[in-house]
């Protein structure tokens, strides 16, 4: 019930649309009624001898003794009665479909909006498929349940009505006509006990076909790499046809209570007709009456039926409901406190206060860390694979929330500022530059929605992007594909970099940008930092320990904790592992190096040089 009334406040910005339908929904129901009136008039009264209706008697100059007239007035009237009803079927159809589609975008648009201001923590956990599912395709679950009463209303009114009409032609017959209500109402209720978790399942089932599918299409490159197509057929395969399964099975059980419902109303139409004509043979009823009552019949049962089908399909969208509910339940971690902060351009002090943060199933990823960061400073941190560089960067702009301690931004609790205005004065530069599959000039407008084209073409020149865009076919109009792919590594790096310059950021973090790409790409890239770096607080994460030596900082982190930390030959005269790191490194360059002949027994370098450093310490 709660469901259905949060379901309701989406109709309310289209009630006078509403309200119309449910008016053309009673008017409806209303010219149905009048439906099999003019077939009783000609049996009754032009093919037999019987007396109009006392109604039709005072507003119809029609003499009984006139019969072509009064069969061309019945024929008129019958065909009025039906391009009224239809008419008026029309319009509503209109109305509905008109508030109902836009109810469902509203209710996707809440899904979505709401899906992104989850935090990472829920991503990470929840497959996109999954979302996608209960985004794209549960979302009109809100309309549905909605739209169910619009059925279930004109059923109710039409059965009222033909109820009351049967019983002033006949009592008994209407009695025995709702004697099948008690059973319909019993069904509906035993189907719906027993039909939710059913639907549940094989909605989930279903929302894992998809998964699979938005997984496999972007993984697609490796899979095509390893020649695993077969292999993800075959996953795909199993679980559809499984899902397949329980559906039919689903299927079957909603057949068989619609089999049930038809022959209830079945057996309700055969007491009706044969006592309706028993009472006809008796010369109770006339034979234009008997056709009344069992055309009302037919129409009541009709009613009836739609509205036990109406519930039992309710039932899938009730679970539907429930599904999109679930999603836009789900409170996000990350979220703004109340009263908080909206700043202007940020000065650039940062300063992490004993940091604590784990991964749900981890423990301690990152421990007590407290570094500072002055305006306009370059502050590295490397370490080996899995040490938690990453993790702690990601908590500067609420990605994660630490754990314990606090992080401030010019003195203040980055908890405290609002998170629109303190992603405003992040910039960040990823490993893997992700970029939409839209135009190069729509990717670094990303970075400032507003920007003018030569804004635009100002920051591609600062990233060192301009003159191979310029080289395209189509410029900064050049359509990048999926996740960019129709250009290089180096080269998405450097549109990403234009992204950050575009956003003018006064913080900006970059996580290991250059370590992907080749050596002579490398230097364009490290090129274009260096202007992006200027004048901004910037925390560069780096394996290549060659590219940070300038840093004013370098923080060395080992298993979550912070064990070094000073500038490049401070940390070389400890001796500790960041020189550990260095010394490796350097070998491996000089390796590299080496001509054959000189026969070192150093293995040649076989990946990144940042990709093979040591889980732990000697």
Partial sequence: MNHLWRALQYLRPYWRMATASAVLTVLASLSGLLAPWPLKIIVDNVLGTQPLPGVLARFAALSLADKTTLLTAVVVGSLVITLLHHGIAVLQSYLTTSFEQRMILDFRSDLFSHAQRLSMSFHDQSRAGGLIYAINFQADAAAGVIMAAQPLAQSAISLVGMFWITYKINPVLALLSLSVVPFLYFSVIYYSSRIQKRLMTVKGMEGESLSIIHEAISMLRVIVAFGRERHEYSRFREQAERAVHARIRLTIRQTVFALAVNMITTIG??????????????????????????????????????????????????????????????????????????????????????????????????????????????????????????????????????????????????????????????????????????????????????????????????????????????????????????????????????????????????????????????????????????????????????????????????????????????????????????????????????????????????????????????
């Fill in 269 to 618: 139409s055969a007491l009706v007709l044969g006592y309706g004509g028993w009472q006809a043979l008796q010369g109770k009823l006339t034979v234009g009456d008997l056709l009344i009552v069992i055309a009302y019949i037919a129409a009541v049962y009709a009613p009836l039926e739609a509205i036990s089908t109406t519930i039992g399909s309710l039932q899938d969208q009730v679970v539907s409901l429930r599904i999109a509910f679930g999603l836009l339940d789900t409170q996000p971690e990350i979220r703004d406190e109340p009263g908080a902060l909206t700043i202007g351009r940020a000065k650039g002090a940062v300063r992490f206060e004993d940091i604590a943060f784990t991964y749900q199933g981890r423990v301690d990823t990152l421990r007590n860390i407290s570094f500072e960061a002055k305006p306009g400073q370059v502050i590295a941190i490397c370490g080996p694979t899995g040490a938690g560089k990453t993790t702690l960067i990601s908590l500067l702009p609420r990605f994660y929330d630490a754990k314990s301690g606090r992080i401030l931004l010019d003195g203040t609790d980055t908890r405290k500022i609002a998170l629109k205005s303190l992603r405003d004065q992040i910039s960040i530069v990823l490993q893997d530059p992700l970029l939409f599959s839209a135009s190069i000039a729509e990717n670094i407008r990303y970075g400032r929605l507003d920007a003018t084209m030569e804004e635009v073409i100002a920051a591609a020149k600062n990233a060192n992007a301009h003159d191979f865009i310029t080289k395209l076919p189509q410029g900064y109009d050049t359509q990048l594909g999926e996740r960019g792919v129709q250009i290089s590594g180096g080269e998405r790096q450097r549109i990403s970099v234009a992204r950050a310059f575009l956003k003018d950021a006064p913080i900006l973090i970059l996580d290991e940008p250059t370590s992907s790409i080749d050596s002579k790409t490398e230097s364009v890239i490290l090129d274009a930092l260096d202007r992006l770096m200027a004048g901004r607080t910037t925390f560069m994460i780096a394996h290549r320990l060659a590219t940070i030596r300038h840093a004013d900082q370098i923080l060395v982190l080992l298993f979550g904790e912070l064990i070094e930390r000073g500038t490049h030959d401070e940390l070389l005269a400890k001796g500790g592992l960041y020189r550990q790191l260095f010394d490796m490194q350097t070998k491996r360059t000089r390796t590299k190096h080496t001509p054959a002949i000189l026969g070192t027994e150093e293995p040649p370098e076989t990946g990144d040089s940042g990709d093979n450093q040591p889980e732990r310490a000697p």
